[in-house]
């Protein structure tokens, strides 16, 4: 049995997990104080992407914005030239099985001359736009059930007012639309299934209520939230032994029983309408074109949708957001109703703002039906997009501008009526203008306007919201409005305001008060440790990729605030109250006072210095620069799988935020379902610095002998603590001399680690450590292949460091160094603690009688990159007996920052080379190579003396050495 979604909507909320659609937003989590007991230390995920935190398009904050006005980048949290895309019938596939609506004869109308032998529209032809056939178009037995999704409901209150007052096809309720006797549109709400700019006209009732030849395409749209499967009126039906083919080719009738049937080439099928229960999924991208897609009516959607602020697409003139209502308003040129326009008289300039760069193939204009003699004659159109001419930089900043020509200037053209032009190459297109007119008193007017093309924006990014993990319930900074909890309101909006009118404002009539119920300031939390970030997405075509970066803070603020004072000159404070008493002359601006200044007065945002990690800049806490990218193969994981890549943030933070660059090209792009990471409160609350001495080497590959000093500072009270000890190496063959605790020797057991690398991590897991002044250790490899000095020790907790005795774990190690500048970077962790997250250390002054405050050595004198080769045992007998059958090249890899090639050729005397060995790939460190003493050909050389050519290839750089090998029997 096949069921066919006759619904046609897919629910705001629609995923597992009660994931929720970002065209809704997402309800404000109120805070709630929560008495906990111990706070648990095993890793914790939190998910970007499912029901607490969906992906959410609408920008935190329009004024906290970076980039350019062409393509800003949310600081706070948004999109741009991003779009959420559904799956409403969970087969993997997004937007596959769209509604089919063309007009077939070019008269801007739709199926107004069904296939019945008669001129129903007396133009003299006879059945030419009958109905659009319902496809099947992915072939799995569905009809027209997972059609695009676009659009919301219009963020604006104001506008919405508007547009309810004004015969423009949307209505608040179905009582409203009900009492339009006019019949305009006869729909309500936001949610136009078939494109016909009428809204949920055609219910799921078996009949065509419309007269588009669509039985029941454009349904009610479904309540705000839903659960993550839900039920929905499909038809149903059983397809036998049909074909793929045969499914695509099915059409269905209406009968006289309320049922409907399919003729098909396997027979007839009857099917009948049930509910069924589906289980729809969510997705972020890059927006997708193809030749349905007017991009005008989706910047319109988009801008009413909230994701633009109050910046109009559409542009006359000089003038941009001119009204959009009435008879002759901006919106009239997308809201896909021919018999509306924009006019003017005279000169004219009409600007289009696509929110993106796009591929455009096709462009066209349309004058109402009824006043074609209005078509625009005189004209040329221009364009801009990412061609260097576009731009134009002043003091005001980068400014995009239409340059270039796209159509060149038309004369006289008023045939055809309908300005349609294909563009063949495509262009890259960010901005479009239509201009011309040659006369003063010339009436000119655009009842639509159409963009379209095809492939992904290319510039499309999300940044997620400012993520809180401090709290035993992570929650993120994004604020709503109290009356409609559904509508994502921009911090902006919240602003201090003398509300009982006595000359003065109280602590309760501050911005940061009124957002403070939503989201709290002063919230208690933990600061973290950070594990490994993973995400679950789709590569669409073969070149699509995107790049995600991350950072951290300790702080709200990713910036420090500032106001200008002078020409050049900028202040942290407040010099005098804003607003009556508010805010207190000498305070440092927040975000609320940076707000409420004027534009004039506050520093662009995007000038404000960095609040940066760290006391220097004399704000509190701080923030890490973004991450370098990680791109879409480096974490991707299959659906709910364990995996990824760890996060390189400093510990002891509380705050992340995500940074997604979609990597689109023309035909290939990347849908992201999740994005999940891990975090663990710390194990030493207040973190450990290390040290270590000397901080200098005189010479690549030699063994140097040095002192590591670890201090952890625990929070009064806590039990947590640690037993491992594991610290970044570079040789193998790493050794620790002595383990001092507050300046006491421990004993190392007695057994020792396995001899063989790959078994030492499972020994020291194993092993048991009881005695507090004892150790074992082991130099062995991660799960990701990089060697680790590990240290397991009993259980170390607070008491162990009382505060303020400055005890100390000091160690002594020899090792070698392979890099001009190499950092010992390390972790405490605890092994008994199921799935935790070992936490880095710091770098500081972890000992008062060390000079360093850091990790890394530096080496002051550069050596050859291969370095110490040694032949051994030379000569060697090759003679099967056991003994010296083989012969080792060792060597060390100096300087090297990745993989390099290595090659050994052992040649005669006379230069022929009878063995190659390589190429292998090798990094910095101390390696050997194996010869046993055969040719290329297996067979064993005869004895003699052999020439050796060692040779090190990287970046296209050549170094070798040379020598003699002997072969005897």
Avoid at 281 to 300: F, G, H, M, P, Q
Avoid at 493 to 522: M, N
Wanted: hydrophobic share 35%; proline share 7%.
């Amino acid at each position: 049995m096949l069921f066919v979604d006759i619904s046609r909507r897919c629910p705001p909320r629609c995923h597992r997990s009660f994931r929720m659609s970002t065209r809704t937003g997402i309800r404000p989590l109120l805070a709630t104080v929560l008495v906990l007991a111990a706070v648990p230390i095993q890793a914790e995920t939190w998910r970007v992407g499912d029901a607490s935190h969906p992906w959410n398009l609408h920008p935190v904050s329009f004024a906290l914005t970076t980039g350019e006005i062409f393509q800003p980048q949310y600081d706070w949290g948004g999109s741009f030239a991003a779009e959420v895309v559904i799956d409403d019938d969970g087969d993997g596939l997004v937007d596959e099985d769209p509604v089919d609506r063309i007009d077939n004869d070019g008269d801007y109308l739709w199926n107004e001359d069904p296939v019945d032998g008669i001129d129903n529209d007396f133009d003299g032809l006879i059945d030419e736009d009958g109905p659009d056939p319902q496809q099947d178009n992915d072939g799995d037995g569905l009809i027209n059930e997972d059609g695009r999704h676009t659009g919301g409901q219009i963020y604006n209150p104001a506008v919405r007012e508007a547009y309810a007052a004004t015969p423009f096809f949307r209505y608040e309720s179905a009582a409203d639309a009900i009492a339009d006797a006019e019949g305009w549109g006869s729909g309500f709400g936001w949610g136009d299934d078939d494109a016909d700019a009428r809204f949920n006209e055609d219910p799921t009732n078996g009949v065509d209520d419309d007269g588009d030849g669509l039985i029941d395409e454009d349904d009610v749209a479904p309540d705000l939230v839903l659960p993550s499967s839900w039920f929905r009126p499909v038809f149903t039906y059983d397809t036998g032994e049909l074909t793929i083919e045969q499914r695509q080719a099915l059409r269905f009738e209406a009968t006289d029983d309320g049922s409907f049937r399919a003729a098909t080439t396997g027979g007839d099928i009857t099917a009948t309408i049930v509910s069924h229960n589906f289980r729809p999924s969510d997705w972020v991208r890059s927006i997708r074109l193809d030749s349905t897609r007017n991009v005008a009516r989706l910047a319109d959607d988009r801008f009413l949708a909230g994701l633009f602020n109050e910046q109009d697409p559409f542009q006359l003139g000089s003038q941009i957001g001119t009204p959009r209502f009435g008879d002759s308003g901006n919106g009239q040129v997308a809201d896909g109703n021919f018999n509306t326009a924009k006019s003017v008289v005279g000169r004219f300039f009409f600007g289009t703002s696509l929110n993106g760069l796009f591929w455009i193939d096709r462009i066209r204009y349309y004058p109402r039906p009824n006043f074609i003699d209005r078509t625009p004659a005189n004209f040329t159109v221009r364009f801009g997009g990412d061609d260097p001419s576009d731009f134009r930089t002043s003091a005001l900043g980068t400014q995009l501008v239409a340059s270039r020509f796209l159509i060149p200037q038309q004369i006289d053209r008023y045939r055809p009526v309908i300005k349609n032009y294909r563009l063949d190459p495509p262009q890259k297109v960010r901005v479009l203008g239509l201009g011309g007119g040659s006369f003063e008193s010339e009436v000119w007017e655009i009842a639509e306007a159409e963009y379209f093309g095809h492939g992904y924006a290319l510039d499309a990014s999300y940044y997620s919201e400012i993520i809180d993990v401090g709290p035993r319930q992570p929650r993120v900074r994004r604020y709503f409005d109290p009356e409609e909890t559904w509508r994502s309101l921009p911090i902006e909006r919240i602003r201090t305001i003398d509300t009982d009118g006595d000359g003065s404002i109280s602590s309760t009539e501050e911005a940061q008060a009124r957002a403070a119920l939503q989201f709290p300031l002063d919230l208690e939390g933990d600061p973290v440790s950070w594990g490994k970030v993973r995400w679950h997405g789709q590569r669409l075509g073969d070149d699509g990729n995107l790049q995600i970066r991350v950072r951290a803070g300790s702080s709200l603020d990713p910036r420090i605030y500032q106001r200008r004072v002078g020409p050049g000159v900028v202040s942290s404070f407040i010099e005098a109250p804003i607003l009556l008493d508010w805010p207190p002359r000498g305070s440092r601006l927040d975000t609320d006072s940076y707000l409420s200044l004027s534009s004039v007065a506050r520093s662009p945002y995007k000038e404000l210095p960095a609040n940066l990690f760290g006391n220097q800049d004399g704000a509190a806490g701080g923030w890490t620069p973004w991450s370098a990218p990680l791109d879409f193969d480096e974490g991707s994981v299959e659906l709910d799988a364990p995996g990824g890549v760890p996060l390189s943030l400093p510990p002891l933070m509380r705050y992340i935020q995500f940074r997604v660059d979609f990597a689109s090209t023309e035909t290939s792009g990347v849908r992201l379902d999740y994005l999940e990471f891990e975090y663990a409160r710390p194990l030493v609350g207040r973190g450990v610095l290390v040290e270590i001495f000397p901080d200098t080497a005189a010479a690549l590959g030699q063994p140097l002998d040095l002192q590591y000093v670890l201090r952890p500072t625990f929070e009064t009270g806590t039990t947590s603590g640690f037993n491992r000890i594991d610290i970044a190496v570079t040789a193998p063959d790493t050794r620790l001399d002595s383990l001092l605790f507050d300046g006491r020797r421990w004993q190392p057991l007695a057994e020792t680690a396995p001899a063989a690398l790959e078994q030492r991590s499972a020994w020291l897991d194993s092993v048991a450590v009881t005695g507090f002044n004892s150790y074992a250790h082991a130099v062995y490899n991660d799960a990701e292949g990089k060697l680790r000095l590990g240290i397991k020790t009993a259980t170390l907790t607070g008491a162990n460091f009382p505060r303020g005795q400055d005890r100390e774990i000091r160690l002594y190690m020899r090792t070698s160094l392979f890099t001009l500048l190499t950092r010992f970077e390390s972790w405490v962790w605890h092994d008994q603690i199921g799935a935790t997250i070992p936490q880095p250390t710091s770098a500081g002054n972890a000992a008062d009688d060390l000079p360093s405050d850091g990790v890394a050595v530096i080496v002051t004198d550069s050596s050859p990159v291969v370095g110490d080769l040694r032949v051994l045992p030379n000569p060697f007998t090759p003679n099967g007996d056991g003994v010296n059958d083989v012969t080792n090249f060792d060597f060390a890899l100096l300087l090297f920052l990745g993989e390099t090639d290595l090659e050994v050729d052992i040649s005669t005397l006379g230069g022929t080379v009878v063995r190659r060995i390589g190429p292998l790939s090798r990094q910095v460190g101390r390696h050997e190579v194996e010869w046993d003493g055969r040719d290329d050909d297996g067979r064993l050389v005869p004895p003699g003396l052999y020439l050796y050519r060692f040779t090190a290839n990287s970046d296209g750089d050549n170094e070798y050495q040379t020598g003699v090998i002997a072969v005897t029997y």
